[in-house]
């Protein structure tokens, strides 16, 4: 008994420090916090000194393509043409594939800073809910302890009692350290101070968000075309089969298979395509199989819910007969833990749900 009133007092403090903790916090809702991240990174800035850096090569690109030239050896003619007639194309292409990059880093920090906050507050749940959890416990127990002392509940029992209620307090300390980590993760996508000073929050309710991807009328394939189209990385890969191609055309029109240069530039080409082939089949398999674990996920999601109406349902059918003095409290509290489990088993599938959902949105590029 020793042993559990001093537990008991361990988690009241922590629960003190915590609430504590609570007072002084920055809260952010999805807008602000997406906010808070692109202006406290770098990355903006590199990416626009990037685009300068592009802007200069094609400026240089095209002063070089103006120069004259007098005469030269075969090959010396082709590196002169590739300056005069791809260069300027070949830079023109950096500096489209440098802003394109720019707009898909500002979308990498939306992607980064919701599935942070997503965690996030499934951290924050799965801590209240275990408090909760362990308040039905401790209730059970020291309705069991005054029946103990009557006589109706054995020793052992109410030493089984005592460590369940150790363990559920051990499983809550983990939980609050879980949530500390995934603090320090949103910190740090939300490029703040790490340091204990600085608290943070999300005003955002863990919901089942609308999806256009699981309606029949969805077309996958016609999805995965306009994703293709939009992806930064295969229009640089078809970009560089282009250029590839036109300096190995020029090559051929003044050298000849053998000749170490040609060869070079054959082999450009060919390894152009190959990557292309394997950007545009990378996406499409990233596509497919996101798309699978969203539908398998809302199954998921479907099953948990039914679940926990069913739990629910003897919940209240439970009520029902104790009001009718039929049950008493502590033959409630099971089915009010089991709910809560269920309720847990829920909000988890949601995450995963929304997590999946804007995965495969951000690979379509929508």
Not at 1 to 23: D, G, H, N, P
Not at 72 to 81: A, P
Not at 125 to 131: A, D, I, L, Q, T
Not at 217 to 238: C, D, G, P, V, W
């Amino acid at each position: 008994m020793k042993r559990y009133v001093f537990l008991i007092a361990i988690f009241m403090i922590v629960t003190a420090l915590f609430s504590y903790a609570e007072e002084n916090i920055t809260k952010y809702s999805y807008e602000t916090a997406l906010k808070a991240a692109v202006e406290n990174s770098i990355q903006p800035a590199l990416d626009d000194f990037n685009i300068k850096a592009k802007e200069s090569a094609l400026e240089q690109a095209e002063k070089e393509a103006l120069k004259g030239f007098i005469g030269g050896t075969n090959q010396e003619i082709v590196e002169r043409r590739i300056i005069k007639e791809v260069a300027p194309l070949e830079a023109e292409a950096a500096l489209d594939v440098a802003k394109r990059q720019k707009l898909d880093n500002e979308n990498k920090f939306r992607a980064e800073v919701y599935e942070e906050m997503l965690k996030f507050i499934m951290a924050k749940n799965r801590v209240e809910n275990k408090r909760e959890r362990i308040a039905l416990i401790r209730e059970k127990y020291i309705i069991d302890s005054m029946q103990y002392h009557e006589g109706l509940v054995s020793k052992a029992d109410i030493e089984d009692a005592e460590i369940n209620l150790s363990i559920e307090n051990l499983e809550l300390v983990k939980l609050e350290t879980e949530l500390e980590s995934n603090i320090l993760n949103a910190k740090q996508k939300l490029h703040v101070d790490l340091s204990d000073d600085t608290k943070i929050d999300f005003e955002y309710e863990l919901n089942k968000i609308g999806s256009q991807y699981v309606i029949s009328s969805f077309n996958l394939e016609k999805a995965i075309e306009k994703a293709i189209n939009r992806s930064t990385e295969i229009y640089q890969r078809q970009r560089a089969v282009d250029i590839a191609r036109m300096k190995f055309d020029i090559t051929k029109e003044h050298l000849k298979p053998g000749n170490d240069y040609y060869d070079q530039k054959e082999y450009e080409l060919e390894y152009a395509k190959k990557s292309l082939y394997d950007a545009r089949t990378n996406l499409e398999v990233s596509i497919r199989n996101a798309y699978n674990e969203l539908l398998t996920s809302l199954d998921a999601l479907d099953l948990a819910q039914k679940r926990l109406e069913l739990e629910e349902s003897r919940l209240k059918t439970l009520e029902t007969k104790k009001d009718a003095g039929i049950l008493s409290r502590r033959d409630m509290i099971d089915s009010e833990i089991a709910v809560l489990g269920r309720k847990l088993a829920v909000q988890e599938a949601i995450l995963n749900f929304n997590i999946n959902h804007d995965r495969l949105r951000n690979l379509l590029g929508d």
